[in-house]
Structures are given as C-alpha cells and as structure tokens.
Nanobody
Framework: QVQLVESGGGLVQPGGSLRLSCAAS????????MGWYRQAPGKQRELVAS???????NYAVSVKGRFTISRDNAKNTVYLQMNSLNPEDTADYYC??????????????WGQGSQVTVSS
C-alpha cells in the first residue's frame, strides 16, 4: 500500500501564492507519475499538473505559467507552487501517484485533499 499525505492548503488573497506538498510512504518498488487534480463545487474534477519519474511535466491550460510542479525523488514528494492565484483556483486539491508494487503490479494512490480558497 502507498499512503499520501498532503499539506499546504489554506486561504489566500487574489494574486497571492501557496505551495502544496504531498509525500508518499509505504511499501513500493518505485514511484512513477505524480500530480494534482482539483475539484471545485459544482464542477468536474480537473487535472491540474503532473510530473513523470524523469520530470517531464504537463499542465492544464488554465494554470500554465502560474503553477509549477516539481518533485524530490529522494523524499518521494511532489510539490505544487501556485502563484498569481485567482478566485477560479478555489477548489479541493488532491495529489495522486502511481507506484510500482512489484514486477507485475502497480497502484494509484490519492491524498486526502487540501482546500485552497482564494478570496479577498
């Protein structure tokens, strides 16, 4: 099993910044792609950003240029630096990771969610 623990959400004013962190722990051979989804009330879940094990990144159009995803493989941790936040970024943010448990098995885990509220 792989456990993900998120931190870093909160309330911020428009134009402000926040950094989310998500640390993976448990029994696994390796960690593959890591990333973040978000879901705002009444809206569909949206992939915000992802990063592969060799650090190739992918961003939603709505956050490109404002958000930066990175990872520390030694710590099995993924980060989401969010700058120039606006009220449309208000949502619950969920990290995910794909972990290889054995030669023939992989598993996708989810964090508990971090609430991000952008409001004046």
């Amino acid at each position: 099993q792989v456990q993900l623990v998120e931190s870093g959400g909160g309330l911020v004013q428009p134009g402000g910044s926040l950094r989310l962190s998500c640390a993976a722990s448990g029994r696994f051979l390796s960690i593959g792609t890591m990333g973040w989804y978000r879901q705002a009330p009444g809206k569909q879940r949206e992939l915000v950003a992802s990063i592969t094990s060799d650090s190739a990144t992918n961003y939603a159009v709505s956050v490109k240029g404002r958000f930066t995803i990175s990872r520390d493989n030694a710590k099995n941790t993924v980060y989401l630096q969010m700058n120039s936040l606006n009220p449309e970024d208000t949502a619950d943010y969920y990290c995910f990771t794909s972990a290889r448990l054995s030669q023939s098995a992989s598993y996708t885990s989810w964090g508990q969610g971090s609430q991000v509220t952008v409001s004046s």
